[in-house]
C-alpha cells in the first residue's frame, strides 16, 4: 500500500489530539509523586501526597466504591428486565418509557440534582444519608445497563430462543434465568463496566446531593483542587486514574474482541 | 510459472478476438500486501479487445485482487506492468485509468437519485449539461431503467439496483468494464435473468470486460474465455468449454462441477478400476502425462503405469441391466428433480457417488443397481508421485 | 395515564392492549407487568414526581409562572444563555471537524499503534468534569505544559486556563472521546466501495470527501454533535474547577441555588436548560431519522 502525504497529515494530526489528551494526565500522574511541582522533577518523587491524600480523603474514596456497587446491583435487578421488556414488547408504551427512562442522561445533572432536592430535601435523614446519592447515580446510569443489554437482546433473536426453551417445557423464569440472562450476559457485563465507571466519576449530580457526610471521591478531587496545594489534588487524581483505567481498558476490550476484521482498504479476498 | 503457456495449443480460439474494445495486458505481475502475505504469484495475462474474460475460483484464490489490479485500486510489486492498448498504466491510478465497476454491493450512492448516480461520472468530466442529460436518458433507457430516474436508491430492488449500477459504470464509455460479484446478492433467479441481460449487454456494446465469480455456471455462460484460479497462481485458462471438457488438473475438474472422484489405475494404455478396463483411447479426456518431467519418456507416456484419478459427472455413469454391468452399488438416497431424479450410491468407490435417471425410473433406497461407464465423459489424471508434490509446489 | 395503571397493575383490559395476551413462549402480561415494576417505580418516585414539583416550583418565585421568562428577560441570564449556546456550538463544530477527520483516519487505515492511538483518545469518556478542569489546568495553567514550553521558547508563559480560552479547550476535552467513538461507528458502516465507485468514475479526492464520505457521515456527525452540545450545555464541573469568570448557564443555576437561595429562578433555568438539551436531541432525532443516542455521551 503506497501512502501518500494525506495519509502522514491525517496521522499527525491524530498523534497531536492524542498529545492534547495524554500530556495533561501524564503531567498530572507526575505532579502526584513530585516533592515540589513548582521545582519540577529534580524535586525528587515520592509517595507522600498519595498518602496524605488518603488521610484526608480515604472516606469519600471508600463511599465512592461502595455506591459503585449498589449502583451496579440495583441496576442491574431492575434494568435486565427492563430490557427484556423493551425488546421483548416494542410498542408505544414501552417506547415512550424508554424515553423517560433516558431523559435523566439527556437532560443536565444539575436539573435533576435541583427536583429531588427539591422533592426529597425535606426529609431530614434520608436527604445526608448516602442512599440519597445513590438515587441519582441509578438514574443517571440505568439507561446505560438497559441500553447495553437491549442491544445484545435484540441482535440474538430471542423469540426463537425463548421458543426453543419453551418447547422443551421451561416455564417462563427458568427461561429467563437459564436462556436469556446467560446470552444477555456480553451486554450485562458492558453496562455493568460503563455504570460502575460512570458511578465512580459522577460530579454534577452529586456535587449537589452531597452533604460533609456523603462525600463522594470526584467531589473531594473538586475539594481538593480548590483548597489543597497542586501536588495534592494530583496524587488524588492519579489514584481516580488508577481506580478508573482497568474498568475503561475492560471496557475497550469487550468493545472490539475479535480483532480479526481485516484492513478496510486491503481487498476483502473474494467473499 | 508462465500461465498463458499451460493453456493448451489453440486454446484462444478465434471467436474470443473482436474488435473496438481495449486489449489489456498484464506482464509479470505479482502482488504482496504489507502484511507479506504474497496474493498473487508471477504471472502473465491478455485480455483482447472486446472479450469477456471470467476469473473463476473459491474465496481467497485471488480473482478479485487481479480485478483490482486492473482497476488501479491496487498496484502490482516491482517489475510488473499492465498496459490498455498502448497505454501503459502501470502506475497510474484509478481516477485516470477509465474503467467502469461493478460491486457486489453496487455502491451505489444513497444520496444522490438514479439519474444522478448515472449522471456522477459525466458530471465529474465536466460533461456539458445538454450531453449529460442525453447520455443518463439513452442509458437509463438501454436499461429499461427510465422509469426509474427520480428514485431514490432504497427504493429499488436489487435487480434495479444491479442495471443502475451497471448503466452508470458504462455511462462514461470507459475502456474496460470490472464486474465483481455483481449478481452474489441476488436470489436465483433473478441472477439467471441479470445474466443474460449482461451477456447480451456485453456482446452489444463489444466493450472489453472482466468478470470475477466463484460461480462456474455464471462463468460458463458468460466468458469467452475463463480463468481458472486457485491460491494465487492461475490453474487454466480456456474457453468454457475446454474447462469443463478438458480440465489441466484435478482442482479444475473439481471445481468445474466434476462431483464425482474414483482412484484407478492406469496399465498399458488402459485404465484399470477393480475388474473393470477401459482402453485409454476411448476417454474422454485424458492426462496422463507428468506435466513436470517432460523429458522422461518413460513416465510421459500413454502406456506409462501408476495411479489415476478419475472425475466425472453425474452423466458419467449410467444404470443399466445386470448382465452388461461393470460395477455394482447400492441406492442410498434418491432426489426427485423433475426433469431427472439424482441417485446417491455407494459401494463403487470410497465416497458416495451420484448419479443421474429417469425420473420415472423404478427404483428404492436398498436397491442394488449394476452400472456402466460412458468413457466420453470420464476425465482421467494419471498420478505420479514426483508429479503431486511438484503440483503442491506450484 | 397508561403509565399509571402499569405501575398499579390495575387495569388489565389497557394493559394487554399493549403486552397482548399470553402466547406460548411469550410470558404472560402480568410477568411483563412484574419486570417492569421496579424500573417503572424508580423512574416514577424519583424522576417523574421530582420533575412535575420542580415545574411546579417555579411558581413560588417572585414573578409566579412569569418566573419561566427571566432566562429571556434578565439581561443577566439572558447573557449566560447566549454565552453557553455560542460556547457549545463552537466547541461541537471544532470537535466535529477534528473527529470527522481522525475518525475517519482511523477506520480507514490499519498501521501500527493504531489501536492504542484510539485507546488513548478515548480515555477520558468518563472524567468527571471536574477531573476534565484539572487537566486543563495541567496543560494551560501556571504550571502547565504549554506555560513550560512557552517559557522555554520565548521566555514568557503563556496561560489560558481561567479565561475563555481554558473553558473552550476543557469542553473540547471531554467532547473528543464521544465525538470520536460516534464518528467511527458510522465511518464503519459506511461501505468502502462507495469511494472505489466514485474514484473509478473519475472523481479526484475531495470531490470523494464532498460527494461520498461527508454524506455517508452526515447523520452521525448530525447525532454526535447534538450529543456533543447537549453535554456541552449541560456541563458544569469544568467551568466549576476552573472557576473562571465566564458564567455558563449551570455555573449561574448553580450560584443562584446555593448561594442565593434563590430555588425557584434556579428551577426555572434549569428547566428552560433541560428543555434546551432536550429539544435539541429530539430535533436531531427528527432530522436524521435515527437516535441519537445519548448513552454514548458519559458524564462531564
Given amino acids: ?271 | 510459472m508462465n500461465a498463458t503457456a499451460m493453456a493448451q495449443p489453440g486454446s484462444q480460439t478465434v471467436q474470443t478476438e473482436k474488435t473496438g474494445g481495449t486489449r489489456i495486458e498484464l506482464a509479470r505481475c505479482t502482488k504482496t500486501f504489507p502484511d507479506g502475505t504474497r496474493a498473487l504469484l508471477p504471472f502473465d495475462l491478455t485480455i483482447n479487445g472486446g472479450e469477456t474474460l471470467v476469473l473463476l475460483g473459491p474465496s481467497g484464490c485471488g480473482k478479485t485482487t487481479i480485478l483490482r489490479l486492473i482497476a488501479g485500486l491496487e498496484f502490482p510489486d516491482a517489475g510488473g506492468k499492465i498496459t490498455f492498448g498502448e497505454d501503459d498504466v502501470t502506475r497510474q491510478s484509478i481516477e485516470k485509468r477509465r474503467v467502469g465497476m461493478v460491486f457486489q454491493s453496487y455502491a451505489l450512492f444513497p444520496n444522490m437519485t438514479v439519474a444522478e448516480n448515472v449522471a456522477y461520472g459525466l458530471k465529474v468530466q465536466k460533461v456539458e449539461r445538454r450531453e449529460r442529460d442525453e447520455r443518463v436518458r439513452a442509458m437509463l433507457e438501454m436499461m429499461h431503467i427510465d422509469m426509474l430516474a427520480d428514485r431514490r436508491i432504497d427504493q429499488l430492488s436489487g435487480g434495479q439496483r444491479q442495471r443502475v449500477a451497471l448503466a452508470r459504470a458504462i455511462a462514461l464509455r470507459p475502456r474496460v468494464l470490472l464486474l465483481d460479484e455483481p449478481l452474489t446478492a441476488l436470489d436465483a433467479k433473478l441472477r439467471v435473468k441479470l445474466r443474460t441481460e449482461i451477456n447480451s449487454l456485453l456482446r452489444k456494446l463489444g466493450i472489453t470486460a472482466i468478470y470475477v465469480t466463484h460461480d462456474q455456471e455464471e462463468a460458463m455462460a458468460l466468458g469467452d474465455r475463463i480463468v481458472v484460479m486457485q491460491k494465487g497462481a492461475i490453474a487454466q485458462i480456456g474457453t468454457p468449454r475446454e474447462i469443463y471438457r478438458a480440465p489441466l488438473s484435478p482442482f479444475v475438474a473439481d471445481f468445474v462441477g466434476a462431483s464425482n472422484r474414483l482412484d484407478g489405475r492406469i496399465e498399458q494404455n488402459s485404465l484399470v478400476l477393480g475388474d473393470v478396463k477401459i482402453s485409454l483411447d476411448q476417454i474422454g479426456h485424458a492426462m496422463t502425462g507428468d506435466p513436470i518431467k517432460n523429458g522422461d519418456s518413460n513416465s510421459n507416456s500413454r502406456s506409462g503405469q501408476g495411479l489415476a484419478d478419475i472425475y466425472f459427472r453425474a452423466d458419467g455413469l449410467a444404470i443399466c441391466a445386470p448382465d452388461q454391468g461393470q460395477i455394482r452399488g447400492r441406492v442410498e438416497a434418491i432426489s426427485y428433480l423433475g426433469e431427472k431424479s439424482r441417485l446417491t450410491v455407494s459401494g463403487i468407490g470410497e465416497s458416495v457417488i451420484t448419479l443421474d435417471v429417469d425420473p420415472d425410473f423404478q427404483i428404492a433406497i436398498g436397491d442394488d443397481i449394476h452400472c456402466r461407464f460412458n468413457p466420453e465423459r470420464l476425465t482421467v489424471f494419471g498420478r505420479y508421485p514426483d508429479a503431486r508434490n511438484a503440483a503442491q509446489a506450484m | 395515564m397508561a403509565l399509571q395503571n402499569l405501575g398499579e397493575g390495575r387495569s388489565r383490559p389497557s394493559f394487554s392492549r399493549y403486552f397482548g395476551v399470553s402466547r406460548s413462549a411469550m410470558a404472560s402480561p402480568a410477568t411483563f407487568m412484574a419486570l417492569m415494576a421496579p424500573g417503572v417505580a424508580i423512574v416514577a418516585a424519583f424522576f417523574l414526581i421530582p420533575l412535575v414539583l420542580v415545574a411546579m416550583e417555579v411558581a413560588n418565585g417572585p414573578d409566579g409562572w412569569a418566573t419561566y421568562l427571566v432566562i429571556l428577560t434578565n439581561a443577566r441570564y439572558f447573557e449566560s444563555l447566549v454565552q453557553t449556546l455560542l460556547m457549545s456550538a463552537g466547541v461541537t463544530v471544532v470537535a466535529l471537524i477534528l473527529c470527522g477527520i481522525v475518525g475517519m483516519f482511523l477506520v480507514r487505515n490499519r498501521f501500527a499503534g493504531r489501536s492504542v492511538l484510539i485507546g488513548l483518545l478515548t480515555l477520558p469518556l468518563s472524567f468527571p468534569g471536574t477531573v476534565v478542569g484539572f487537566m486543563v489546568i495541567m496543560l494551560a495553567g501556571r504550571q502547565g505544559a504549554v506555560g513550560g514550553i512557552s517559557n522555554a521558547l520565548i521566555g514568557e508563559k503563556i496561560v489560558f486556563a481561567y479565561d475563555i480560552a481554558g473553558l473552550f479547550i476543557g469542553y473540547l476535552y471531554f467532547s473528543i472521546p464521544r465525538v470520536i467513538l460516534a464518528v467511527m461507528a458510522s465511518a464503519e458502516k459506511l461501505d468502502p466501495q462507495l469511494e472505489e465507485a466514485a474514484r473509478s468514475l473519475g472523481a479526484p479526492r475531495w470531490r470523494v470527501v464532498r460527494d461520498v464520505i461527508l454524506p455517508g457521515l452526515m447523520p452521525g456527525l448530525i447525532s454526535s454533535g447534538a450529543i456533543c452540545f447537549a453535554t456541552a450545555m449541560g456541563a458544569f464541573g469544568t467551568a466549576f474547577t476552573l472557576a473562571t469568570d465566564i458564567d455558563v448557564l449551570p455555573m449561574v443555576i448553580y450560584t443562584e441555588f446555593t448561594r442565593n437561595a434563590n430555588i425557584a429562578v434556579a428551577a426555572a433555568l434549569s428547566i428552560a436548560l433541560g428543555v434546551i438539551t432536550w429539544l435539541c436531541l429530539s430535533a436531531v432525532r427528527f432530522l436524521v431519522g435515527e437516535k441519537a443516542d445519548v448513552t454514548t455521551r458519559g458524564g462531564a
Fill in chain 1, 1 to 271: 500500500m503506497r501512502r501518500g502525504w494525506p495519509f502522514y497529515a491525517q496521522l499527525g494530526l491524530t498523534v497531536l489530539l492524542c498529545l492534547f489528551i495524554v500530556v495533561p494526565i501524564v503531567m498530572s500522574a507526575l505532579a502526584g509523586v513530585t516533592v515540589n511541582v513548582f521545582k519540577g522533577l529534580s524535586s525528587g518523587l515520592t509517595l507522600r501526597w498519595i498518602f496524605e491524600v488518603w488521610d484526608l480523603y480515604a472516606q469519600s474514596i471508600l463511599l465512592s466504591l461502595w455506591l459503585a456497587v449498589a449502583c451496579l446491583v440495583v441496576t442491574t435487578l431492575a434494568g435486565v428486565p427492563l430490557a427484556y421488556v423493551l425488546v421483548r414488547r416494542p410498542n408505544r408504551l414501552t417506547r415512550m418509557f424508554e424515553e423517560i427512562l433516558t431523559l435523566p442522561v439527556a437532560i443536565p445533572g444539575l436539573a435533576l440534582a435541583l427536583a429531588l432536592l427539591i422533592t426529597y430535601g425535606g426529609f431530614g435523614s434520608f436527604r445526608s444519608s448516602w442512599v440519597f446519592i445513590l438515587i441519582g447515580h441509578v438514574l443517571f446510569t440505568m439507561p446505560f445497563m438497559v441500553r447495553s443489554v437491549a442491544a445484545v437482546m435484540s441482535a440474538m433473536d430471542m423469540k426463537t430462543l425463548e421458543e426453543g426453551a419453551a418447547s422443551l417445557g421451561a416455564g417462563f423464569w427458568h427461561r429467563f434465568l437459564h436462556v436469556i440472562m446467560p446470552n444477555a450476559m456480553p451486554g450485562i457485563l458492558a453496562g455493568a463496566l460503563m455504570v460502575v465507571t460512570l458511578s465512580i466519576g459522577e460530579f454534577n449530580l452529586t456535587w449537589m446531593l452531597h452533604t460533609p457526610l456523603t462525600k463522594t471521591l470526584p467531589v473531594g478531587l473538586a475539594d481538593s483542587y480548590a483548597s489543597m496545594r497542586l501536588e495534592i489534588g494530583s496524587a488524588y487524581t492519579l489514584i481516580f486514574f488508577v481506580l478508573i483505567m482497568p474498568l475503561l481498558i475492560a471496557m475497550q476490550m469487550l468493545a472490539n474482541p475479535g480483532k480479526k476484521r481485516r484492513a478496510a482498504l486491503q481487498p476483502a479476498e473474494d467473499e
